[in-house]
């Protein structure tokens, strides 16, 4: 349900919720542009720390909101940039390098992409911290049965070398024990 990606000097990790039902109705190729576009503007602005992507559900009467959170620990943006991108998902200095603050065109892409779905997107964001964007798209359940499971569990052994010295930033840490902590649940 976990993987993580070393690329240079940042991580991304990707936490998927076993609870998540097995079959729901949804736009499977619109879901899969908002997380790749999430992901990429998360790694366009992070040049070193990680990017944390966490994927769950929330019951609802309907059925269940899939719920994407992507985390990174890049640039960030301020309040004024923040508010520009709530506006009209503006890029902030749309001339700055690679490396430069705010949100990408893929953002407002993305936040097409949601509405379509019925969901909602909030972003939140510090300056030098980083980035958080969530994503909530409601779903009707096919099959509530978990998307995954163990067949002996009690037999299930899990092991972990975590190797915090490689990555300085602390929230690389935490992005680390949640994982371990969701595969545990």
């Known amino acids: 349900s976990s993987a993580m990606v ?4 940042v991580l991304t990790a990707k936490d998927v919720d076993p609870s998540i039902p097995a079959v729901m109705n949804s736009d499977v190729a ?12 998360g790694l366009k602005y992070t040049s070193e720390g990680g990017v944390y992507v966490r994927i769950s559900t929330e ?5 269940v909101n899939l719920c994407i959170e992507v985390t990174d620990t890049g640039k960030g943006m301020t309040e004024y940039e923040l ?14 390098a690679r490396q430069g603050g705010g949100l990408g065109l893929g953002l407002a892409i993305t936040s097409g992409f949601v509405s379509l779905l019925g969901g909602f997107m909030t972003i939140d964001s510090k ?15 096919i099959d509530p049965v978990s998307c995954m499971s163990v067949a002996a569990p ?4 899990l ?14 840490r935490a992005y680390y024990n949640s994982m371990v902590l969701n595969i545990v649940k």
Do not use: M, W
Request: glycine fraction near 6%.
């Open 127 to 141: 300056p030098d911290v980083g980035t958080t964007v969530q994503v909530s798209i409601p779903q009707k359940v």
């Open 30 to 41: 619109k879901i899969k542009k908002i997380l790749r576009a999430l992901i990429t503007n």
């Open 159 to 172: 092991g972990a070398f975590l190797h915090f010295e490689k990555y300085d930033n602390p929230a690389v």
């Open 154 to 157: 009690d037999k299930l052994c």
């Open 59 to 63: 019951p609802h009467d309907y059925g």
């Open 83 to 96: 508010e520009k991108v709530y506006d009209s998902f503006y890029q902030a200095d749309s001339g700055r």
């Open 6 to 9: 070393h690329c240079d000097a």
